[in-house]
């Protein structure tokens, strides 16, 4: 049976300083701060599997640290695998910043400081995995804060395995087994995972970054990005000369990308064409649905039922 914890048993007032006892009792020793302090909703769903835990992170918006102090106080000895389900965050470590969006997933390692972002409601799943399961059948340790897509392959495997291990139908027996698998599975994405490093602010990768994060905003223009980065809009749109894309084709053809992965995940199947597309950044959704067919060959809804077209011309 799943464990839960959740602050809507505390008064408005104090429902964040719940939060931060929680998540310390639930999952590790962890700072949060958040500027919504008269109200705060967490809940966190927890189900053993011998030395691997999953838990379903639902909460709203707020800044998570693993300090130093967090370490030291309380050692883990393993790696968090989160999978993004709702909303966006970002993970930092050891230099690297991973931006994920619905149905992405990162490492993190638990005894090395980092620090997440939670820019509004969220839900996440996080699979803790000992340490020595993961770097026993890997060459080493794996890179952490690095995007995995989760569309296909090995990424593709471990999503559905997190899902399958949040909903009920599995037997107790079979779970652990899977969860165990689970981890085996995450030492091959934590191998093949390449990181892009550190970005400077006045590079072509630190403008695609801040696409990344900001696909969603309705004022996602050159000036906006410009003025996010400390640069002018002159030397933004220099950034793309040559390139296959220009700035607003760059924001297009990524858009899409998110909206496909969307599209074609079960566990967002729930959401309307529509909701997708918004969320995906287009505010117009027969515009989305124009340029969608245009890119990628196939209708959205034809996407949703099976993918027609879509390898080909997005490989």
Known sequence: MPLTWSTLSSPPSRQFAHWRELVCEALLDLTPESPLRDGFAGTVTQWPFGAVTLARIDSQCQLVHRTERDVARA????????????????????????????????????????????????????LYVPRDLIESAASGAPRTAVRVDTATGVGAAVRHALIALSRPGLEAGAAARLAVLTGGMLAVIGESAVPSGPASPRSYRAVVADIEEHLGDDDLSPAATARRLGVS?????????????????????????????ALRDPALSHLRVIDVAAEAGFGDVSSFHRVFRREFGSTPAEVRRGGLGISDRTA
């Open 75 to 126: 050692p883990r000895g393993g790696y968090y695998a989160n999978l993004q389900i709702r909303g966006t965050s970002l993970m930092h470590q050891d230099g690297r910043t991973a931006v994920l969006r619905p149905g992405d997933l990162a490492l993190v390692h638990a005894d090395r400081p980092f620090r997440f972002e939670f820019g509004g409601d969220f839900r996440q799943l996080s």
């Open 233 to 261: 809009v002159r030397w933004l749109h220099r950034q793309f000369v040559g390139r296959e894309r220009s700035f607003a084709g760059t924001v297009r053809r990524m858009r899409l990308e998110h909206a496909l992965r």
